[in-house]
């Protein structure tokens, strides 16, 4: 596709349910990265893939977040065990990947809102 | 660790104005700056990036300086549109710290 592609764009999960959230990149862009926006704040960083290789997880805020990308190209963000403060916008982005440390220009997907009830 | 800090955190203008978005970062080491645009339920859309070398990028009314030195990114709007209401974040770094944005409200 031209963007990035998340799916589903809206869901509402029972407190306890484990949700997957799905991005597609844009393709041929090496670096692939997930945020979480609550509302009325910036996104906040969650976890960065270059390729396959999970690079920088520290931003995942529990144990209960994994996110993984096997072929290098699709990532899927779990949760298992929602919990309401869990609810918010994951945004996914991904880039070229450029050399000497830098990603260059990254481009974002709409979103996934999630909603724990 | 690195912080982000946008002000003003939300701003009003008639139609037509000249404005000045501010963006502050604590660590100067980074390797570029991203202003991006976000409305309403929606992504963020990419603005300007600005590479660590360089001190300024300008697309059409939009022109975005850095000056690491200083920890400190400003993003200037030439005369002001209703459409260009939004949200207006900034993020550093190959992670991309974000700040929490400025929202702009422009009236015709």
């Known amino acids: 596709g031209a963007g990035v592609s998340q799916s589903p764009r809206y869901k509402v999960a029972k407190r306890g349910q484990d949700v997957a959230l799905r991005c597609d990149p844009i393709s041929g862009h090496v670096s692939l990265f997930w945020y979480q926006q609550a509302l009325g704040q910036g996104p906040e960083f969650l976890t960065y893939f270059q390729n396959e290789a999970q690079l920088d997880k520290s931003g995942l805020p529990s144990d209960r977040f994994f996110a993984e990308r096997p072929e290098g190209s699709v990532s899927t963000l779990k949760i298992q065990r929602t919990q309401q403060e869990d609810s918010a916008v994951y945004l996914c982005?991904?880039?070229?990947?450029?050399?000497?440390?830098?990603?260059?220009?990254?481009?974002f997907g709409e979103g996934s809102r999630l909603t724990v009830l | 660790k690195q912080e982000v800090t946008q002000i003003p955190a939300a701003l009003s203008v008639p139609e037509g104005e000249n404005l000045v978005l501010n963006c502050s970062f604590t660590d100067s080491a980074i390797y570029n700056l991203q202003w991006f645009r976000q409305d309403p339920g929606k992504g963020l859309t990419s603005l300007l990036l600005i590479q660590s070398s360089q001190r300024e990028q300008t697309s059409g009314r939009l022109n975005a300086s850095l000056d690491k030195s200083s920890g400190r990114s400003t993003l200037y709007i030439a005369a002001s549109q209703p459409g260009d209401s939004a949200t207006y974040l900034c993020?550093?770094?190959?992670?991309?710290?974000f700040g929490k944005g400025t929202t702009l409200s422009v009236s015709s």
């Open positions: 982005a991904s880039s070229l990947g450029l050399a000497g440390g830098t990603t260059g220009e990254l481009f």
């Open positions: 993020a550093v770094g190959t992670a991309l710290i």
